[in-house]
């Protein structure tokens, strides 16, 4: 089965999902969780080079860093599609005692989760100090993030490229149409720090 296909099997799961996942507990965001299923299936299923075989250092693979913690329920769906914990994990989601909670945490030990994530904009900045170890550790794999909005690009997008400016780093933005939402890959082609 070709990746495209898969990605068209996948699609429609994953958004069963969100909307389990938010209808069971009358609580959450499914609106920007639907509109990024495209983004978070191709990303994790077509584009990013990761391991299941979760390790915080993230060395030798690609890293993804969510800004908009939000849209959780998007995002434990695919991880959990992806093998990184068990589907049947999707039913506890914003319950007591769950390590899925509306805004992804670390100290729940959840496979696939970098960071606390929950101040919008906040992805990027970690993105961008993961980059800039990759490179001083000659790891060539992408570092990934994903922000809400071009309104909080806009804010924090300044700060952000002029650090990526100061260390010469490239960031092509992107924009991934299918949630308008802005998208930079934070490439490691760092000519010099």
Do not use: W
Request: aromatic share 6%; with cysteine.
């Amino acid at each position: 089965m070709s990746s495209i296909e898969s990605i068209k099997q996948l699609l429609p799961q994953v958004r069963r999902d969100i909307l389990r996942m938010v209808h069971q507990v009358n609580s959450g965001h499914p609106g920007g969780s639907l509109g990024c299923a495209e983004f978070f299936v191709a990303l994790y299923q077509h584009v990013m080079d990761y391991s299941t075989d979760f390790k915080m250092d993230g060395i030798n693979e690609d890293l993804f860093f969510l800004s908009n913690g939000h849209i959780s329920p998007v995002f434990y769906s695919v991880l959990a599609r992806s093998g990184f914990f068990p589907v049947s994990e999707l039913s506890t989601f914003r319950k007591l005692d769950s390590r899925l909670q509306g805004h992804p945490t670390t100290h729940e030990g959840l496979p696939g989760i970098r960071i606390a994530s929950g101040s919008l904009g906040q992805g990027m900045s970690v993105a961008i100090g993961a980059a800039v170890t990759k490179k001083l550790n000659n790891d060539k794999h992408m570092v990934y993030s994903l922000s809400k909005s071009a309104r909080v690009m806009s804010v924090i997008g300044a700060a952000v490229n002029t650090a990526a400016l100061l260390i010469r780093m490239s960031i092509p933005p992107r924009c991934c149409t299918a949630c308008a939402t802005a998208v930079s890959m934070l490439s490691c082609c760092v000519t010099s720090i």
